[in-house]
Structures are given as C-alpha cells and as structure tokens.
C-alpha cells in the first residue's frame, strides 16, 4: 500500500489534535480533545502528562478509525506543541515525575526576580527576557519542590521535556530523547547563536546536561525516531519533523521569506516575523528565537510578540462567569451592543507578556459605569486581543525596521468575525485568512513531509496557500487612535498590582 498521507500531532495548550493531510496539504480527517486544566494555586496552572498522551493517543487512534486510513499509509508524523510546559520522567520507569507546569504558570516569579543580576547577560544568550513563561525557571522549581525530580536528578534517571520530547518518547516506545531548536530555544538553557545546550546557563541555573534531550533540526535529516508497532498508528512510521506551535504556525502559512509574518490566535496570541538568518534583538520587549531549520542549512530566526491570553479570556468568560456556553458565542452576545460602551478589560492573569513583561501586573476591567451590560463585557473581551495585537506590532516595526504591509491570521479565534474586523480597524491594515487555519498542525506535517521527501521544496508547498476572506479597515483613524489610547491607559493601571 502506498504511502499517500502525513499525519500531524498537535498538542495546544487546551487541546490535542491529529489531522491527516493528503499530498495537496489538504486536511483528509481529523480528530480533537480537551484535557484537564489544574489549577492547584491562583497563578498556577499544571497539566497532567499523563492524560496528555492518552489523549493524543485517542485522536491518533480516532482519525484512523473514522478516515479508514491505516498506519501503513502514512509516509511520516509531526509534531507541533506548546511551547516551554515542562516535566521531567524517569527513564527506567518512563513515568513522569511530577505534573507539567505550564507556559502560563507564575510560581516562579520569585525565582526569576532572584536572578535579577544575571537578567542582561539571560537576555544576551538566549534571545528572551527573563520571565515565569519559559522552560528553564519552572525546572529549577521541580528541583526544589518534588522530592522525586530531585532524587532522580541525583540517581542521573531523570528526563527533561517540553511536550515534543514527551510525545517523542512516548511514541517510540522509550527510545528517543530528543527536541528541535524551536522548543529548545524557549527554555532560556540555550545559546541562540550556536544552539546549543550552554554550559554557562546550565551552571547558572544549577542543573545537569544529563537530563537534557539532544537538539536536532526541526526538519529532521534523519528521522528522530520510528514510531512503535503496537503504538497508537499500528505501524513504524518516521517522526520527521518538529516544531512548537508558533513556529509551526508561521511555516504553515509559508511564511518562509524574511519580513513575512503571522498572528496566531488561540488560548495565548503570537505574531511572529520572518527574520531568516539573521538574529535580530528586540528593544522593545520582543524575542529572538528560532523560526526553523531545515536539515543542516543555516538556522533561520524569528522575531516574535507573545500575549500569554487571547482566546483564554472568553474560555474564561464562559468557564468562570457563565456568560456564554461556548466560546463561539462570544460573537453574538458582542454583537448585543454597538460598542464596548467604554469599558477595557486588560487580562493580565499571567502577568502582562510582550512588550511589557510585568510579572507584578493582574487582570484589570476599566471604564466600568452602571451602563455596561454583559455585552460591552464580550466586546472588551475580544477587543483586548486585538489591542494587545496592535502593541505587538508596533514594537515589531520599530526592531526590525519591516513594515508589515497586511496580517495573516490564524487559530481558533479567527473563525470570530468580528474580532477580525475590529482588528482590521484597530491595526488600520488588512487582515488576511487563509482556506487552511489549521496552519500549526500543516507546519507540522510540511516540516515530516519535507524530511521524508514527501514533499520536495518550499516553492511546493508554498503553492497550497489560498486566501479565504480578507477584511479592510473601516474605523476613522481618530477613533482608532482615541480607542488605542484609551487601552493604553487601562495597561498601565494594571501594572504594579502585586507589591
Ligand atoms: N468563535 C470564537 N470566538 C472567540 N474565541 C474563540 C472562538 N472559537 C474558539 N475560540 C477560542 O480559541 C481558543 C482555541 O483556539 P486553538 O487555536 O484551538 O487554541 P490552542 O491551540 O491554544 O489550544 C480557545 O481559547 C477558545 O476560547
Ligand atoms: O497552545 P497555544 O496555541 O496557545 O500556544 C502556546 C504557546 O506555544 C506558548 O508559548
């Protein structure tokens, strides 16, 4: 049976998806499913790995089943994930060792506000200010706090993941320990010019080299591993490629020119542009990071802008307060009221991410009067998204000298057309939506297809991406202005709520 088909993991922040794409980088079938977001403390928040794979191995399984594709048909798989959620396993037991904490997680704020002295010589090696939001912090974290990750550090068994390397070892059955340079380049352990595990930071930070996956491309020149037999695909089949989600995101909408760029729009929001291979550092609250590499070409960089919550906020509308029961309602009840009657709602739950990095910032509504109803409360919630896009693209232009002419958008929140609008206005450009907004999991299965051979160039596959709906900007400029304004305000009353 030939192989005509490439399977691509997505593992997100709420949700695990598999998607099966044909040669047209078409999707042929899919499969979806939440997992439990813990919430033990308020900043904190955990996913279990455990239900993490089980999932991921459900949808695998589902996808087959409903497609009546078989394992033996698909040429490679790729995986795509959130980025920085860390764990440590066992590798004699291969069971975790703790939880995972989140991308989102800020116990340790007080680990990193300890390291204050090294933050310029951080920032210099790695490409990221220091913040709760990577890899690295969380590490040292576990290392104090679980009893078990301590010792396994010390018996030299342990393992260190972000969720690539999880899936990866799950799915060859123990064998691989292994990560790409996007997701290594977001644990702030390595040196974004070599990319490679730094002594320097590891030393810093007080953890050992052992417990580190080896770095490979994200689109492999040799497989990372095969997947297992009696897994959930039934067969051995290549992992080619890797990729966390936002760089993924970026290659899906072939973004593969330098200057071009995207906005993902799912639980956190990320505008990332094409900078190729040079490595351009942000004075304006960005990050340098790796956008890709494939096989052993030269590395190619990425600016990026990262809000830690976008689309969180009307999961949280409807998981909190009960305004809505799904988070596509959002749209109706928004378009109850011609307006945000005045209110702005900054979610700085995490903190406020880029440009600002504020860990000592919380959530804040502002502009409330006896007039707002839950509709001017949907509409702020939708408009904060956007106002926090236009942020980031403002200090994306001032570092990278780019003017960024029009948007491509995706994620789950595109599908809101209003928001698309109204982002439109605000931004005063257009905002382009592709046919396929599922563009992580089609980075994912482009980066496996292009290892494999499936699909042999960029100029190939670049070929798949079509327009679906475009939206102008309407809004005067005045009032794009004085709304613009008025947001800045409601940010800067956010900050400095925790002493
Ligand atoms: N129609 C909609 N309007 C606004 N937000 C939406 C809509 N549909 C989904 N979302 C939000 O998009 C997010 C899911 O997008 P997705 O790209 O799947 O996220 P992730 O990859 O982070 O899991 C959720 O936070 C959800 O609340
Ligand atoms: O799961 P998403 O799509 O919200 O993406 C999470 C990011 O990778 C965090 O850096």
């Not at 995972?100 to 800020?106: R, S, Y």
């Not at 899936?167 to 997701?183: A, I």
């Not at 340098?288 to 990425?302: C, I, L, N």
């Amino acid at each position: 049976m030939s192989r005509d088909y490439i399977g691509a993991i997505d593992q997100g922040t709420t949700s695990s998806r598999f998607i099966l794409f044909d040669r047209h980088g078409k999707e042929v079938a899919s499969s979806q499913k939440e997992h439990t977001q813990i919430y033990p403390r308020p900043g904190w928040v955990e996913h279990d790995p455990g239900e993490i794979w089980t999932r991921t191995d459900e949808v695998i399984r589902d996808t087959l089943k409903k497609s009546g594709i078989s394992g033996s048909q698909i040429a490679a798989v790729g995986i795509t994930n959130q980025r920085e959620t860390s764990l440590f396993w066992d590798a004699e037991t291969g069971k975790p060792l703790n939880n995972a904490i989140v991308w989102q997680d800020t116990r340790t704020a007080g680990i990193v506000e300890s390291m204050k002295d090294h933050h310029p010589f951080l920032t210099r090696k790695t490409g990221l200010p220091p913040a709760t939001y990577f890899s690295a912090p969380k590490l040292v974290w576990m290392r104090d706090n679980v009893a078990a990750a301590a010792s396994a550090i010390s018996r030299g068994s342990a393992r260190f993941g972000t969720i690539d390397s999880w899936l990866v070892w799950k799915l060859t059955g123990g064998k691989s320990h292994v990560t790409d340079l996007t997701n290594a380049s977001r644990t702030m352990l390595m040196d974004i010019q070599s990319c490679t595990w730094d002594r320097e930071l590891l030393s810093l930070w007080g953890l050992p080299e052992e417990i580190l996956p080896e770095i490979r491309s994200s689109i492999a020149a040799e497989p990372y591993g095969t997947t297992e037999a009696d897994g959930p695909f039934g067969d051995e089949i290549p992992i080619g490629g890797i990729l966390g989600d936002q760089q993924a995101a970026l290659f899906g909408q072939a973004c593969f020119s330098k200057g071009s760029s995207k906005n993902t729009y799912g639980t956190g929001c990320f505008l990332l542009l094409n900078t190729a291979d040079e490595l351009i550092r942000s004075s304006h609250g960005l990050l340098s990071t790796v956008a890709y590499r494939w096989k052993d070409e030269p590395v190619q960089y990425a600016l990026e802008g990262s809000v830690a919550v976008s689309g969180a906020l009307v999961q949280w509308l409807r998981d909190n307060l009960g305004l809505i029961k799904s988070s596509a309602e959002v749209e109706e009840l928004a378009r109850s009221v011609d307006d945000s009657g005045g209110v702005y709602f900054v979610p700085a739950f995490s903190g406020l991410f880029a440009p600002h990095w504020r860990s000592d910032a919380r959530g804040i509504v502002a502009g409330l009067t006896g007039y707002a109803r839950s509709g001017h409360l949907a509409r702020a919630v939708l408009e904060a998204t956007a106002f926090q896009t236009r942020e980031m693209m403002e200090a994306m232009e001032g570092d990278s000298g780019i003017s960024i002419g029009s948007l491509r958008v995706d994620g789950g929140m595109v599908r809101n057309e209003l928001l698309m609008q109204f982002q439109a206005d605000i931004l005063g450009r257009p905002v382009i939506r592709p046919e396929i907004t599922e563009t992580t999991a089609l980075g994912a299965a482009y980066a496996a297809g292009l290892s494999v051979g499936f699909w042999r160039s960029q100029e190939e596959i670049g070929k798949h991406w079509r327009e679906d709906k475009r939206w102008l900007p309407v809004m005067k400029p005045a009032e794009r202005e004085d709304r613009f304004h008025f947001w800045k305000k409601a940010v800067e009353r956010s900050k400095g709520w925790l002493d």
